[in-house]
């Protein structure tokens, strides 16, 4: 059974930072691509950024780009978010993702495993 585990959220303030991770058990992380999606209160489910299974090509989202970085440890089976200089606007629910190919896609559809959520709360 796939299982991922995410956690790190928090209340932060605006230009505070964040890590968040995402645990992975019953897959190999190397062969799976993964990413990370946020929704927030009234709104639809957003991309934030993905990494290939390889760890060799990463996708950002416009607006998370130069303050967000992802990582993923395939010796732990663990991914992380940095969020740097957060803003009131990236307060949402942040979820990591998995699909069962190494190659890396942004379209929610694409992702098969889902962790439960991490609340990310930026003060202003």
């Known amino acids: 059974q796939v299982q991922l585990v995410d956690s790190g959220g928090g209340l932060v303030q605006a230009g505070g930072s964040l890590r968040l991770s995402c645990a992975a058990s019953?897959?190999?992380?190397?062969?799976?691509?993964m990413a990370w999606f946020r929704q927030a209160p009234g709104r639809e489910r957003e991309f934030v950024v993905g990494?290939?299974?390889?760890?060799?090509?990463?996708a950002y989202a416009d607006c998370v780009k130069g303050r967000f970085t992802i990582s993923k440890d395939n010796a732990k089976n663990t991914m992380y978010l940095h969020l740097n200089s957060l803003r009131s606007e990236d307060t949402a629910v942040y979820s990591c993702?998995?699909?069962?190919?190494?190659?890396?896609?942004?379209?929610?559809?694409?992702?098969?495993?889902w962790g439960q959520g991490t609340q990310v709360t930026v003060s202003s």
């Open positions: 993702a998995a699909r069962p190919s190494p190659l890396l896609r942004t379209a929610g559809r694409e992702y098969v495993y």
């Open positions: 019953g897959l190999t992380f190397s062969t799976y691509a």
């Open positions: 990494i290939s299974g390889s760890n060799i090509s990463t």
